[in-house]
């Protein structure tokens, strides 16, 4: 342990994580693009930068890709809420219009896949999800989620069903120690994919911290709660990034060690990445492998899909085994222990 480098660790971790956050396909090439140059620049060799379709469509034995998606703008600003003290929730109206959920602040805001509005936004109603299963018209309008609903497709096909416009979401892990924080939505989708596909209907989603999601349940729950929504995002076919490398060994035969990209946090999987360069690098210290070492970067399951697809049909006898590094313990204090 004490040969290895944590400044380079945490150097690639904060770097890739950073380049990831936005959650768009552009940043996902900066992500790709950087683990590339990272690897020529710590001396990795047979590095490469691939690409495969992202348009919702391509099918790689069993996985169908995603479709792009690009946004700059989504931004949810509530109308007509009630307002809030520190000693808790009022009835008092709020002081002007307040801004929920901004893109621009946090990209955990706006939930991934969510399409434009027109331009300068549009004004739609908020129901509470309680509203919504009692019988309330959707149609047009947002829905906010129960605290410990899950945002994912078994409550948004039904709000899409009946002409909802999206959902918006407060379900945090530790909400209660933790009410000013955000959750990243991963798989907001009304299937069961991880990304939306290009047949996937519209929708415009947000999510909000429990103390926002308190406020717009107790708002909409005592007069009808009307709110701006802004976003420009986009689902286009593009290019989906994939890298990796080798490390040739005595014998010609692979063993992987692979890490996904395109996840906004730093601990799944920008520290995974970075972990499989230093593993990297301390392997080419000693010297040449017995085995082949390949390096894999890519979207997890999706990217890994289309990469293995690539390498055509017969890796049984060229891959031996691997080991995903795939958010690895960080946690202060803690310990991990990988037996090989």
């Known amino acids: 342990y004490r040969d290895i480098d944590v400044g380079r660790l945490m150097k690639h971790t ?19 693009q950087y683990v590339y140059e990272a690897m020529a620049a710590e001396g990795i060799p047979n590095a490469e930068y691939l690409e495969f379709p992202a348009d919702g469509r391509t099918t790689y034995y ?13 931004r949810l600003t509530l109308l007509n809420a009630l307002g809030t003290q520190v000693s808790g929730l009022t009835g008092a109206p709020a002081a002007g219009p307040l801004v929920a959920a901004d893109y621009r602040i946090h990209p955990y805001h706006l939930v991934k ?29 947002l829905v906010m989620l129960e605290p410990f609903t899950p ?46 596909m290009a047949d996937d209907r519209p929708f415009i989603a947000f999510s909000v911290s429990p103390r926002m999601g308190d406020q717009i349940r107790f708002s909409a729950n005592r007069r009808p709660l009307t709110a701006r929504v802004e976003c420009d995002g986009r689902r286009v076919p593009g290019i989906l990034p994939a890298v990796t490398a080798l490390i040739p060994g005595r014998r010609r035969e692979e063993v992987w060690i692979y890490a996904h990209m395109y996840e906004p946090l730093s601990d799944d999987d920008a520290n995974g990445v970075a972990a499989c360069l230093e593993t990297a690098i301390h392997l080419l210290r000693r010297g040449t492998p017995e085995f082949s070492v390949r390096l894999v970067f890519a979207m997890e399951l999706y990217g890994y899909m289309a990469y293995i697809a690539s390498r055509g049909d017969a890796l049984r006898g060229a891959v031996i085994g691997g080991c995903n590094y795939d958010a690895l313990g960080s946690v202060k204090g803690a310990s991990l222990s990988c037996y090989t």
């Open 14 to 32: 904060e770097a890739l994580y950073r380049r990831e956050l936005g959650q768009t396909y552009r940043h996902y090439r900066e992500a790709a």
């Open 62 to 74: 069993d996985v169908r890709m995603p479709i792009a998606w690009e946004a700059t703008v989504g």
């Open 113 to 141: 896949g969510s399409v434009a509005t027109p331009p300068g936004g549009c004004v739609a109603r908020i129901l509470t999800e309680q509203q919504f299963l009692a019988g309330e018209d959707p149609r047009g309008a």
């Open 151 to 196: 945002p994912r497709g078994a409550v948004l096909a039904p709000i899409l069903d009946q002409g909802g416009l999206g959902f918006i979401t407060d379900r945090v892990s530790g909400r209660y120690a933790h009410p000013d924080c955000l959750t990243w939505v991963n798989a907001g989708t009304e299937g069961t994919a991880w990304h939306v």
